[in-house]
Structures are given as structure tokens and as C-alpha cells.
């Protein structure tokens, strides 16, 4: 794991009370050697990409430390269509299993469970699933055939300060030990980007779309009109392309839905003329008519982000 490196960091200087709480993050690599029948295409690999991170703070600033990275974390699942997530909290370990005291134990999980019922969420009781040196806050994902999947972690520890000999100056002028908190938003990113592609059946939303626009012309006659359309797209932002290809139209639109491409603006003769775009969507067998101004500030509005679209 990567942990050693935070605390490295945090290690370089003195540390006033002034400088907490001290935050380090990174995308680390992390290899486990699984077993070959474990391994489930980017689910379940042998070398993932963690967003790995270390909050450093006083016992004061612990609650509010938590609180704010789990409201983060469930604001971001929120904006990938996750609403209904679980949060469960791992206790300790059987004591071969664990390091650092009971009373450190006792009071880890009950500053865990404080911060979870005073600010209202609902959580589960893990028993013994907490990692070596503290307990834990998981958050669990449902995927689209049912699988529950661990990703976002917060995790308290008051054991790996002290064995890295870490320390802070605080308003009395002697030293203190900082608590640090491991967090991971989305834990692995690999198995994170395979739950989401089931979750939405790969009809990722408009926002999340890496191709959000295909624009198919009728015939040939018509590609000047459709790069125009292509390049108005481009310049509000949205990421959009052309499907100049002499093929039929029925060929491109069926081609670009197996594909998942949210939209489709087919044009022809009468687009042309009336400056207008005819819009099919992924999933729907309805075709409107639509300005191209029109066409063009309607998606970028869904293609916002959801949190920046407050």
C-alpha cells in the first residue's frame, strides 16, 4: 500500500497545530497477487490504480474531517447515478490480526459511529472486517446484476502515526500526535469504471459520454453541412464527429446505436435548407426536428455535470 509514502511526506518539517489538517493524495499503484479463478476483467486484477489519499488532524478536527470527505463521496456516487449506497463499519480485527491498544480501538470506533448518527446516516455494523490498524467506514455499490461492491473507504488510525514517530506542535508549545485518516473515493478506479458501464448498461449519460454527438448526413451531398453542425458542436464544448461514410443511413444510425453513442443528429436536404437537425437518441424510436441553436444549447445543458449544474 501506499500509506507509508503519506506519512513520509507529513515527516518532512515541523508541524504546527496551524498546519492541520494536512491533506496528501495520490493515484497510486497497488499490486496483490490473486488467485487466477479470482480475476474478473477490470473487476478483479492483479495491478489497480488507487485514489489513495491521507488527512492528517487533531482529535478536534476528526469528526468534521470524516464528515466532509463522506458527504464528498456520496456526492460524487450521486453525480454517477449511485443513490442507494450502503455504509458499513468495520470493526477491529481478532487481536492477532490487529496492532495498536484496545483503548485506541474503543475510541476510534465510537468517533466513527459518533460522526456517522450525529450528521444522520444509516450504517451497518461489519463486524471484524476493520483493516490491521483501525477501523473503517466502507461504502458499498450495487451493480446492474445484483453483485455488491466495496469501493469508497475512510479509514481512522491512531497506530501508524505512532509507529512513523509522527508528531505536531500545538498551541501549548509540546508535541502531539496527529489521528490520520486513509480515504479512497472510488477505491480501485479500474473495478469503479467497470460497475459503472453495467450500472448504465453502457448508456453512459450525456456528461460522461467520451463521444456525445455522431452526425450522420443522408448522402454525400451533405457532408459540408454536416461539418458545419460537427464543428458548432465542437466549439460549445461538446465532443462530437462526423460519419462521412458512403453507407446507407439506416447502416450508421443502427452502427452508432450498437456503439452507445447518446445522440445521433442525422442531415439532409430539408436540415440544410431550414438549418435544423433531425435527433435520434440511444434507446428511443422517436426522431424530432430541432433548430441547430436550439439542438446546441439543449446539450450542453445535459451535458453538464450534475453537481456544477447547482
Known amino acids: 500500500m501506499n500509506c507509508p509514502g503519506g506519512m513520509l ?14 491533506r496528501v493524495a495520490e493515484f497510486g499503484k497497488v499490486n496483490r497477487y490473486e488467485a487466477s479463478g479470482a480475476l474478473m476483467g477490470i473487476m478483479r486484477v492483479r495491478e ?5 489519499a491521507h488527512i492528517f488532524c487533531t482529535e478536534d478536527q476528526m469528526e468534521k474531517e470524516c464528515v466532509d470527505t463522506l458527504k464528498l463521496i456520496l456526492d460524487i456516487y450521486k453525480d454517477f447515478g449511485f443513490d442507494n449506497v450502503k455504509i458499513k463499519l468495520s470493526t ?20 466513527l459511529a459518533k460522526a456517522l448518527e450525529k450528521n444522520g446516516y444509516d450504517y451497518e455494523i461489519n463486524a471484524g472486517e476493520g483493516a490491521f490498524y483501525g477501523p473503517k467506514l466502507e461504502f458499498v455499490l450495487r451493480d446492474a446484476i445484483g453483485r455488491e461492491w466495496q ?7 491512531m497506530s501508524l502515526p505512532e509507529r512513523f514517530d509522527l508528531s ?8 502531539h500526535r496527529p489521528i490520520m485518516l486513509h480515504r479512497a473515493l472510488f477505491g480501485s478506479i479500474e473495478r469503479f ?10 448508456k453512459l449519460p450525456l456528461w460522461l459520454s467520451p463521444l456525445q454527438v455522431m452526425v450522420a448526413p443522408i448522402k454525400s451531398e451533405f457532408d459540408d453541412y454536416a461539418t458545419e453542425v460537427q464543428k458548432e458542436l465542437t466549439k460549445a464544448g461538446l465532443y462530437a464527429k462526423t460519419d462521412l461514410r458512403n453507407e446507407k443511413i439506416n447502416y450508421k444510425v443502427r452502427e452508432h446505436s450498437v456503439s452507445k453513442i447518446p445522440v445521433i443528429a442525422v442531415v439532409g436536404g430539408r436540415e440544410k435548407e431550414n438549418r435544423t437537425v433531425a435527433i435520434r437518441r440511444l434507446g428511443s424510436q422517436q426522431q424530432e426536428f430541432m433548430p441547430l441553436d436550439e439542438f446546441i444549447e439543449a446539450l450542453k445543458k445535459e451535458a453538464t455535470m450534475p453537481s456544477m449544474d447547482k
Open 9 to 22: 511526506v507529513y515527516n518532512q518539517g515541523i508541524k504546527s497545530y496551524r498546519d492541520l489538517p494536512m
Open 168 to 175: 505536531y506542535v500545538g498551541e501549548d508549545n509540546n508535541k
Open 48 to 52: 489497480f490504480t488507487q485514489d489513495d
Open 92 to 111: 477491529r480485527p481478532d487481536s492477532e490480526y490487529r496492532i495498536g491498544s484496545d483503548e485506541v480501538w474503543d475510541f476510534s470506533e465510537k468517533a
Open 193 to 202: 469504471l467497470g460497475i459503472l458501464i453495467e450500472h448504465h448498461a453502457g
Open 151 to 157: 469501493c469508497g473507504t475512510i479509514q481512522m488510525d
